[in-house]
Each structure stands twice: as structure tokens, then as C-alpha cells.
């Protein structure tokens, strides 16, 4: 590895952490609103605005990534896919380089993806509450104990 690769490594990291900063600070405003205001019209409306910011954030990380990176892309397959129809997307999550590719091949190109997370990632610097505003489903687990003791 170059001493290239380590710059272009070390800016990328920078411009994601940056871009991760700014658009935080809208989508907690907005999820402010979205707590405060309860009616579904308001819902809906914050829910979008939500999801608007952050794939906006996914659009300027792969323009960070694609700036910094020589990866070339070969993707197939995404010439029939719709914003308007639901996919149920698997992956053998085997790094976090998976959610980066998941985002950048389907970003903007079928409805905003959402991962099943860890109860205790909610406490993630920035990321975790931009996670519950964004309504991805948090899993709690229990143990066999919990369960016998109160199986609902």
C-alpha cells in the first residue's frame, strides 16, 4: 500500500465524517418535529423529509468514495427496479463493506433500505438516534431465562 492510498483513505474518512456531521444536525431537527408532532399527516411528511436527508448523505458518501477510490462498479440487474414497489434485500453480513455496497447500487433506485439493528446500537454516536428517526427496527434479544419467565 502507498503512501497514495493512505491519503485517499484518510480524505475519505474526513469527507464522510463531515458529511455525517452537517446532515445530522437537519435530520435531528427534524426528528425533533417528527416527536413532537404526532399527527400521521405530519408523519408521513417528516417520514419523507427524513429519508430525503439521508439519501442524500448515502448520494454525497458514494461521491466521497468514488472521488477517493478506483473502484470500478459492474452492476446488473437494477434496469427493472421501482421506488414505488417493496424488495426484501439479504445479505451475508460478513463486513460493514456490505451496507456501503448495498447502498451504493440501490440508492435512490428502490425505497430507502433499512437494516434490523441491535438494541444497544441505538446508544452509536449520531448514528444511532439518526437510526430510530429513520424507523429501522431495533432488536431486542433475551435470554432463554427472559423468556421462560415471561414468554410474551
Known sequence: MTIWHKIRGALALVGILLNTLL???PLYVFALLRLV???EKSQVVLSKILVFIAETWIGINNAIIGLTSQVKWNITGMDTLDRDQWYLVTCNHQSWADILVLQRISNRRIPFLKFFL?????????????WWAL???F?????????????S
Open 118 to 130: 441491535k438494541q444497544e446500537l441505538i446508544k452509536v454516536p449520531l448514528l444511532g438516534l439518526a
Open 23 to 25: 446532515l445530522c444536525l
Open 139 to 151: 432488536m431486542k434479544r433475551f435470554t432463554k431465562a427472559e423468556l421462560e419467565k415471561n414468554p
Open 135 to 137: 424507523d429501522f427496527p
Open 37 to 39: 408532532l404526532r399527527g
